[in-house]
Structures are given as C-alpha cells and as structure tokens.
C-alpha cells in the first residue's frame, strides 16, 4: 500500500498508527480502546500479531554517519536489530536486508510487514546524488521482489534460472489466492509476480515469461542479492564467454559451460539437452548487449538451437550454436553445414528486409557444443569454425 498526500496531511502519524496496530513489539489494545475499530468484530484478530519493520528514511539521513550510503545504513540497522532476535540465522557476515529477511522466513516461516515514513526522502534532499538514489530504489526492488526469487518453493529457482536465460516456464495461475501473505508455492510466487507487474503471460500457453530488457535486469539485480552463488558466477563469467567465443577459443568456451552446467546441476536436471541449452543461454546472459537470440530459429533444412543475431550497429559476428547430447561437437557443427542452418541468416543479412545493406560484419561463427552424460568427469567439447559465404 502507498499512501502519496501532501506534505502535513498526516501520513507520519497514519504510519506510526498502522505499526502500533499491527507490531507484535506492541500492546496496544488500550490505545486503540475508545476507537470505533475497537468495536469490530475482527479487531483482535490481527492485533499485535506481526513482525513490523518500521522505517523513518528523513530521520534516518540526519543520524547516519557523513559519507555513508543510505541504503547501507538503512540495512546494517536492521540486520542488527534482527540479530539480536535471530542470533542463530542471522551471523556477523550479513549485510543483505533482504537475503536476511528470506533467511529468516525459510527458517521459521514468520514473515514481516514493512512500513515506510517518508520513503521519498532521498529523491527531494539528495536529488542530485543519483548513484546513492539507485542504490535505495535497488534495495526496495530487492525488499518487496527479491525475498520472494531467494526461496526455492517446489522448483521456483530452476523457473527463474530459465527466465533468466530467456526461456518460458508454465505456471497455474489458478492456485493463488491474490493474498500476499499466502505464498505456498512456486506458482504462487510467480503468479504474484505477473500480478506485480514483472512477467508477462501468455494465456494461450499457460506461460511465464520475462517481457523485457529492463525487467530481465531487475531480475539479475535480485537474484544477486540472493544466495544463488553458481547463477550469479554464471552472469559474471558470461563476458569473459563471449570474449573466449570471438576469439574462437574453443577450450575455453567448453571449460566455461561445463562449470556453469557443473554448479548449475543441483538447480536443473543434468543430463537433459533442454538443461543444456538453458544454461547455455544463461552463460551467454550478457551476450543480450550485443545480440538478438533466438531459439529453435528456422533455418535452412531443420532448426538452429540457438541463433545470435547481431544487433543494429554491432560489428560481432553472427553466431549459430547447435547443441548435442550424448553425441560430438563435431556432429553439431556437420549437422549445421549439412543442413545449411547458415540460411536463416540471408534474409536478415540484408539483401531482402534491409535493402541490400549488410545487417552485420565480418564472418558467421559456427559453434558446436556437446557433453557427454557417460563421462566420468560430465566433459564438454566444443568446436567453432568460421563461415563466409
């Protein structure tokens, strides 16, 4: 709930009203008394009964030490109040409010209500100080989004690992009961998240998917204020990927994908050519800058796996990237010359939809990955060659 009034309209003391009502760190029944809410019927059903946050962002700007961030602040005063409460899950090393938060709500199953006094503070007396700015609005996304994404319901990480990697993931809206406090599974969560805005639907398909580049980085955003330690190294690791594919260096492309799938097993199934492409996709997260991917592209006789189409004014190579399982990399790249998967890139390549303008330069890298489930050590092989036409 947001409540935007003028200034002097109340809203501190409406603030400190909702905490005093709703704080299990209260016992207010004497204050709210003479009231007329003490007559309803359901009025002790939801006093004092939750855990409250309750935050005065101007209050907090004047007493937090000069040359401090705010959002630093904000969250080491908290993380330290709730250490005291939760000395056994909240250690020393903490310094996430809420990866803490998500922490505590794994383990106990208690949730908490947040509520925030002049939240805009930041934004009317820093309104120059972008960076700092950016760093709050970061840390709301991560306090009201993120602690859903850092829990595993049923299945819930592998479905962002695939949203993540551009994929679509079905989910049965159904099942939630448009109550915030009642999250109980992965449909759920995600549910919630179309309702927020964050992913888009598809009712046809019953799908789930990421709708666009800005929510695809709030994604990364919170899923790096989780614990997800193998998803972030991935998003972390995916320029120097990149770089190792430009330079056709295939070692290093295979040592790259093997330890993404590696660290990656325990949240997708292993041996699954659709896991493989999936963390493909997810070791190629920032390859999104430079291209267009698209999957199962039609082309020539068959499907390419996965396609990357240079984006206007790029000057990297197309690339296409087939995928097998159980198999050789260099079945993959004779399976994309034998069936000419290289055709799907001619009408994009300029001589029809662009008017004879070249839409990329330089040659087409053709990129063959395979493992073998068999292998004692789960080996990737890669092969990249070269294509001009």
Known sequence: MCV???????????????????????????????????????FRKHLNQYNVIQLDVAEMRVTMPQGEDLAEYLQRCVIDELRGLYPEIVGEEAVSLPLTLAAINERTGQRFMIVIDEWDAVFREDKYD??????????????????????????????????????????????????????????????????????????????????????RKAFGSAVEGTDWTPVIDAIKASDRLLQATWNRDARAVAEGIEEAHA?????????????????????????????????????GKGYADIVFLPRSGSDKPAMVVELKWNESAEGAIAQIKKRRYMKCLEAYNGRRAFHGRRAFHGNVLLVGINYDKDDEDKRHTCIIEEWSE
């Open 130 to 215: 972008r960076a700092s700015q950016d760093r709050y609005i970061d840390l709301l996304r991560g306090l009201f989004k993120g602690d859903y994404i850092a829990l595993d319901r049923e299945g819930l990480k592998s479905a962002v690992v695939s949203l993540l990697a551009g994929e679509r993931c079905r989910v049965n809206v159904g099942t939630f009961e448009n109550d915030m406090t009642k999250i109980n599974g992965r449909d759920d969560v995600l549910t919630l998240l179309i309702h927020l805005g964050y992913l888009g639907y598809d009712a046809d398909r019953e799908e789930a998917y990421i709708p666009n580049e800005e929510v």
């Open 4 to 42: 935007s009034r003028p200034r002097r309209f109340g809203k501190s003391i409406t603030a400190r009203m909702i905490a005093a009502y709703y704080s299990k760190g209260c016992d207010s029944a004497g204050l709210f008394a003479k009231y007329k809410i003490a007559g309803e019927t359901d």
């Open 263 to 299: 660290a990656n097993a325990s949240i997708l199934k292993y041996n699954d050519e659709n896991s493989l492409r999936c963390v493909v996709k997810l070791a190629y997260y920032n390859a999104v800058n430079e291209y267009t991917i698209v999957d199962e592209m039609p082309a």
